[in-house]
């Protein structure tokens, strides 16, 4: 099988979107420029399907990278002949030349082994061949000085044929569909609450059983870190009478042999000593690897929709990381995100010094024209809020809660120490929770995302796996919203399509030397910075107020040719083209079809030159959360507050409600029908107005409901 066959197997996409998507890949290109600007290569494939591609990509390298160190490894025993190198070729998966090559695969001394050492191979053929008249009599010819009696023949025969039949493809084959359609998952309680200190966390799981393909990935990997933390055993199990049927079926040939009782003992030795600790590890490891990719998707998912809230833009912000006993560390931030002032104020108990906390903001308001403020929305938050609320301020000042998730990672790592040498954490904190407001993209993209929060058991995963998927939904939100080159950081820059964080440095040191970058040709004076990263990044930066004014537009300069192709067909400048509805909507795309430039790229210029430089991002909204509630104990069953969704699992979402405790929406509660996908009802950071159902203050649990 190809490459584009294996691909096209898994992917159902066309074979010509898939040939010309290897071969940009293979190119070097990125998966963002590929879906922006290659559509007519592509067949218009968006990133989801490329990425998917690049992903298949790499599973087939895998695979034809271990089918020859296989191939190497039986030709080097001298056992490869031309029916097993043909076998191995064609193999579709890992698990099927894992299973041809089982038979060659080094181990440690068996009982097969030492039953061969003593001669008794040619008797296990004897009995696999199942045509002997008599087998006991047989048997006698295998006796000696090592082996006295029939039944250590027979038991040492077993021993290698228990073998044959862990190693028979066929065999291998029948028992994995078996385990994929019955195989039940079982857990069994070794730790008790007082033996360990999580253990309460997991009582549900005492004596558990479920089929394992029904289990869904949240309680698999629940049950996983039990039994990581020692607290239960679990097992994947079918039925053996149902297994040594299936072996069988598959060996015997002729039901009425002599030998057939000493061949269904070495069926029960190989399965109970062989085959069934296998599948088991097989299958555990497969339920591992799809509730990890269930548990990784959703986690991306959260991501994607938090670095794509809503921004407030370039304002002038004050913000507040709220505390009681330590204080309100409140920072001044220009449109920039620049720092301009900082100091603590202490409007809480125990100092409780409201009135000079209140002067403190009026003054800082109007001294740094502060047009928003940011609250932090952990301790303190709803009476911090309430403070200034109470504060007479103009009206235009807005007031905003904003997720503080990851912001004490952030203030206490290198790239806030490099930003702010000279500032402690508390105040890099602050900084961090203003420029969230302004940009949430811009300032979480300096946090690794595993410690934003918004996933289910993410420590529990493959964390490699989690990386590189993390990696690529924070370069698909950079890419689509476009990068200022002449405000980002560098940590921005790095997720810049073709960049990275060599480049971005440099980018940032030429900035430094230069003041400025007046237009995207500009970026080939960078050092290192050559013509292919150059056409893979140039369209995702934006150059405000730039000589060309395409620089600050989504047009890729490549491109830039058919722009003035149509603004001089109109009799217009470019710059005047450029956000003149009118006009373009006359000119028909077709017009200007060469072998440069297709039809969907055309449509895409078209669509960018009446929004140039558009965010695809909503606009950000204040929101305020119920007066009357400021924790666990103000809440009552029956009560409705709004609320705002601040993660997603596949067993339902969660809800800040103001409060430090989040409220539990289960799936169950999110809608009349039944639903079997949350983010069909709910997105992140989305605004609801819920019901509370019931309130447990020992556990600190709070359930809500979505149903009136």
Known sequence: MN?????????????????????????????????????????????VAVEKIALL?????????????????????????????????????????????????????????????????PLAKILMAQNAANIDLSVKQFLSENIKTKEE????????????????????????????????????????????????????????????????SHRFLAIY?????GIIKLKIEVDKAEALNLIEKAIIKNP?????????????????????????????????????EDAIGVFASNLEQLLMEAPLGSKRILALDPGFKSGCKLVCLDEQGNLLHNETIFPHPPQKKTDAASAKIKSLVNAYKIEAIAIGNGTAARETEQFIKNVYLPKEVSVFTVNEAGASVYSASKIAREEFPNYDVTVRGAVSIGRRLSDPLAELVKIDPKSIGVGQYQHEVDQSKLKEKLDVVVMRCVNKI????????????????????????????????????????????????????FEQSAGFLRIKNARNPLDNSAVHPESYFVVEKMAKNNALKPEELIGNTEVLEKIKPEDYISDNIGLLSLKDILGELKKPGADPRAKKKAFSF??????????????????????????????????????????SKLANEFISDV?????LNQELEVTVLSVDEEKKRVQLSLID
């Open 3 to 47: 490459v584009q066959d294996y691909i096209k197997s898994r992917a159902q996409l066309p074979t010509k979107s898939i040939q010309n998507t290897i071969a940009l890949l293979e190119a070097d290109a990125t998966i963002p420029f590929i879906s922006r600007y290659r559509k007519e290569a592509t067949g218009n494939l968006d990133e």
């Open 225 to 229: 870190r039990a039994e990581k933390l």
């Open 482 to 533: 476009g990068v200022n080159l002449n405000t980002a950081s560098k940590e921005l820059l790095s997720y810049v399509s073709g960049i990275g964080p060599g480049l971005a440095q440099n980018i940032l040191d030429y900035r430094k030397e230069n003041k400025r970058f007046t237009s995207r040709k500009e970026l080939l004076k960078v050092p290192r910075l050559g013509e292919k990263a």
């Open 153 to 216: 023949a027979f038991n040492g025969a077993g021993h290698i044929i228990a073998e044959w039949i862990n190693e028979n493809t066929y065999v291998r084959n029948s028992l994995r569909r078996l385990y994929a359609r019955k195989a039940q998952l079982s857990t069994k309680w070794v730790k008790t609450e007082e033996e360990h200190s999580e253990a309460s966390k997991f009582t549900h799981f005492e004596k558990w059983e479920e089929p394992l393909k029904r289990i869904p």
């Open 679 to 683: 983010n069909s009802v709910v997105k």
């Open 57 to 121: 990509l790499n599973s087939f390298n895998e695979l034809e990278k271990r089918k020859a160190a296989v191939l190497k490894a039986i030709k080097t025993q001298n056992e490869l002949t031309e029916a097993l190198a043909e076998k191995i070729n064609k193999a579709n998966t890992l698990t099927e030349v894992e299973d041809l090559y089982l038979p060659f695969k080094k181990k440690r001394k068996t009982k097969a082994d030492a039953a061969r050492e003593a001669g008794l191979e």
């Open 256 to 292: 009425g042999f002599s030998g057939v009782k000493y061949l269904k003992e070495a069926f029960e030795d190989a399965f109970t000593r062989l085959l069934k600790k296998s599948f088991a590890t097989e299958f555990l490891n497969e339920a591992k690897e799809k509730a990890d």
């Open 626 to 667: 119920d007066p009357s509630v400021k924790s666990i104990t103000d809440l009552k069953p029956g009560m409705k507050l709004p609320g705002i969704v601040n993660n997603i699992t596949n067993f339902g979402c969660f809800v800040d409600i103001g409060i430090k405790e989040s409220g539990l929406i289960h799936i």
